[in-house]
């Protein structure tokens, strides 16, 4: 038996493979893993959240500055983000999976042998559904303790789920995947268009030919025409104050939370936009074939002055 290990500690074991979720990686067994995920044990998950952020391997953005203050890590990686965004529930989610498998046709293949990587996958929401349904799922994040909470549901399910984390820019491998989500605005974080063309183009690499990919992101338009710059609300024994702002061709929002007792919190997010055709033609750039684009989680069809999403399908040649 060997171990899954990380230049830092052994976190888990697993039979007769290897998987090493960070940047060290050992290619050949991890496509070995991929390959025979879904006939190995019923419940197999990959236990990573070991790991807190001093110990996580720091990386680097093509800037050559350290990622250490950028907001998604300290964010999303805060037990409050799941209060926050709890109005976003599983039956969302599997809305969300039911358009993606109809528009791209896998609802009629058979999901034992459709290999699935969600990226940003968070709390395993659509990672989750997936699986229900039968497909061989990895979910991928940063966040480790989102990543927990993913292993925790899929537990509490019986659900079969792998789980890796790293920075979206160092996804490894070539030709694993039938299928690549990136779903509800989880692309445009970073502060140089050139780490989302980095992204796109491992994501290009880790698609088997045929392969689909399928990016979700907000409608600028649409986004412009209904900006609701400030907004109150409560979440479960929180109250919330959500302030949003255009900043050049990035949307931020920037939240404070006021817990029944403590201290008020305030934390960031800023996402680039992108409009139809500039994310086009960065798709096209990378080799995809862009096929259909919707407009909402209900798979309607795409229209620029009043969808609120712009969830893009997309083959590998």
């Given at each position: 038996m060997f171990y899954l290990t990380t230049k830092y500690r052994i976190?888990?074991?697993?039979?007769?493979?290897?998987?090493?979720?960070?940047?060290?990686?050992?290619?050949?067994?991890?496509?070995?893993?991929?390959?025979?995920?879904?006939?190995i044990a019923p419940l197999v998950i990959i236990f990573i959240t070991s790991f807190s952020h001093k110990n996580m391997v720091k990386s680097q953005d093509s800037s050559g500055t350290d990622e250490s203050s950028h907001w998604f890590e300290t964010w999303f990686n805060h037990p409050l983000y799941l209060e926050v965004y709890r109005h976003r529930d599983q039956e969302e989610a599997a809305r969300c999976i039911r358009t993606i498998l109809s528009v791209s046709g896998l609802e009629i293949k058979d999901p034992a042998s459709i290999s699935v990587l969600d990226i940003a996958c968070g709390a395993g929401r659509h990672a989750?559904?997936?699986?229900?349904?039968?497909?061989?799922?990895?979910?991928?994040?940063?966040?480790?303790?989102?990543?927990?909470?993913?292993?925790?549901?899929?537990?509490?399910?019986?659900?079969?789920?792998?789980?890796?984390c790293c920075d979206m820019r160092h996804i490894p491998g070539s030709g694993l995947f039938d299928l690549v989500v990136q779903l509800f605005t989880s692309f445009g974080y970073f502060d140089l268009k050139e780490d989302d063309r980095v992204v796109l183009g491992k994501v290009y690499r880790a698609l088997k030919t045929g392969g689909w990919y399928v990016l979700d992101l907000i409608n600028p338009v649409h986004l412009a025409r209904n900006l609701a710059p400030e907004t109150r609300r409560i979440a479960g024994n929180l109250t919330l104050l959500e302030q949003r702002a255009f900043h050049e061709d990035r949307i931020t929002k920037?939240?404070?939370?006021?817990?029944?007792?403590?201290?008020?919190?305030?934390?960031?997010?800023s996402v680039r936009l992108y409009?139809?055709?500039?994310?086009?033609?960065?798709?096209?750039?990378?080799?995809?074939?862009?096929?259909?684009?919707?407009?909402?989680?209900?798979?309607?069809h795409y229209m620029e002055n009043d969808s609120p999403r712009m969830m893009i399908f997309c083959r590998k040649p």
């Amino acid at each position: 038996m060997f171990y899954l290990t990380t230049k830092y500690r052994i976190i888990g074991t697993i039979r007769g493979r290897v998987f090493i979720p960070y940047l060290h990686l050992n290619l050949q067994y991890y496509s070995d893993y991929a390959n025979n995920f879904c006939r190995i044990a019923p419940l197999v998950i990959i236990f990573i959240t070991s790991f807190s952020h001093k110990n996580m391997v720091k990386s680097q953005d093509s800037s050559g500055t350290d990622e250490s203050s950028h907001w998604f890590e300290t964010w999303f990686n805060h037990p409050l983000y799941l209060e926050v965004y709890r109005h976003r529930d599983q039956e969302e989610a599997a809305r969300c999976i039911r358009t993606i498998l109809s528009v791209s046709g896998l609802e009629i293949k058979d999901p034992a042998s459709i290999s699935v990587l969600d990226i940003a996958c968070g709390a395993g929401r659509h990672a989750i559904e997936l699986a229900r349904l039968g497909f061989c799922v990895t979910g991928n994040d940063l966040s480790p303790f989102l990543l927990e909470e993913a292993r925790k549901e899929a537990i509490t399910c019986s659900l079969q789920l792998e789980l890796s984390c790293c920075d979206m820019r160092h996804i490894p491998g070539s030709g694993l995947f039938d299928l690549v989500v990136q779903l509800f605005t989880s692309f445009g974080y970073f502060d140089l268009k050139e780490d989302d063309r980095v992204v796109l183009g491992k994501v290009y690499r880790a698609l088997k030919t045929g392969g689909w990919y399928v990016l979700d992101l907000i409608n600028p338009v649409h986004l412009a025409r209904n900006l609701a710059p400030e907004t109150r609300r409560i979440a479960g024994n929180l109250t919330l104050l959500e302030q949003r702002a255009f900043h050049e061709d990035r949307i931020t929002k920037t939240i404070t939370i006021t817990p029944p007792v403590g201290e008020k919190l305030t934390f960031s997010e800023s996402v680039r936009l992108y409009g139809k055709e500039e994310i086009v033609a960065m798709l096209q750039d990378e080799g995809f074939a862009v096929t259909e684009i919707v407009g909402n989680y209900q798979g309607d069809h795409y229209m620029e002055n009043d969808s609120p999403r712009m969830m893009i399908f997309c083959r590998k040649p």
